[in-house]
């Protein structure tokens, strides 16, 4: 998908440099994987996933201490400690009911989660509600959709990508613009465009709609709406940097009869 190079079309962002981990060939454990998240930190900027749990409707699974370490390690020291940003697909699993709330991969504060949309603006069959749910592309949905055009194997092209697999590059592409366009952006301003410049319009005609205290329009299915990459772009070309995230811990000392029991719960913002 490179420019003028007459095959496929252009990429969103075709200046990229795009490359591929092998990962998902035999057992997977927690350090395979927290080696891939952490794979050639010093030249990634943004790593594109598209694994999780089974989208079955019966698991519920997240990261290791391995893998929850590459993420954390990593938006505190990739790109120079502008932070590495983590692209991740919501996952295929509407079929079998399944809940992206059982993805703890998805559900950490330091990934993006990205859904999909269908050409007329639809949720398609295979998606998956959830609260992490940050946004949506483009993919297929309805049997006579339009499904993504890109490179395929042997040299060749295809017509035919599909399901969150394909939305999250496309995700990943948009941010790369941005980055291409504002070098300084940190991996919270990553998320922070995002909610702003995604839109409801070409997504409004679906229920679920709520706005929430701060005036923004989300849904459960598509997050905060569709990526905008013209209005992301032009927004991260402005953009002032957000504060660091910060966490504060609440201990709540419940008494009954002789147990003491104290909770711990951790929020950021």
């Known amino acids: 998908m490179a420019a003028n190079n007459w095959k496929c079309g252009v ?7 795009v490359g591929g981990v092998k990962m998902l060939d035999g057992l997977v454990t927690d350090r395979i994987e927290g080696t891939a998240l952490s794979y050639a930190q010093d030249l990634v900027d943004i790593y594109s996933a598209s694994w999780g749990p089974n989208d079955d409707g019966k698991t519920v699974d997240g990261p290791g201490r391995l893998a929850l370490e590459a993420l954390e390690r990593g938006v505190k020291e990739g790109r120079k400690g502008k932070g590495a940003v983590y692209i991740w697909a919501s996952g295929n ?25 269908s050409q007329k603006g639809e949720f398609p069959w295979y ?8 946004a949506v592309t483009y993919s297929s949905g309805a049997y006579k959709d339009q499904m993504i055009a890109t490179t395929d194997l042997n040299n060749e092209c295809t017509t035919k990508h599909t399901g969150t697999s394909a939305s999250a590059p496309l995700a990943a592409g948009i941010i790369a613009l941005a980055l291409e366009a504002n ?6 301003d990553v998320q922070h465009l995002i ?13 679920g709609w709520q706005q929430n205290s701060a005036g923004f329009w989300f849904n459960d299915r598509f997050g905060f709406g569709l990526m905008n990459a ?4 032009t927004a991260a070309n402005k953009w002032v ?10 201990h709540v000392i419940q008494r009954n009869h002789s147990k003491v029991v104290v909770a711990s719960t951790l929020g950021s913002k």
Not at 99 to 117: E, W
Not at 241 to 250: A, G, H, I, L, M
């Open 230 to 233: 013209h209005g992301l772009i």
């Open 241 to 250: 940097t957000v504060p660091e995230r910060k966490s504060c811990k609440v």
């Open 11 to 17: 990429g969103v962002a075709f200046n990229a440099k």
């Open 93 to 117: 699993g509407g079929r079998n009911n399944d809940n992206c709330n059982c993805d703890g991969y998805l559900a950490s504060p330091y990934t993006i989660s990205i859904g999909s949309a």
């Open 183 to 188: 070098i300084n952006l940190t991996w919270r």
């Open 195 to 207: 909610v702003w410049t995604s839109e409801l319009a070409p997504l409004v005609n679906n229920v």
């Open 127 to 134: 998606g998956e509600a959830c609260a992490s749910t940050l």
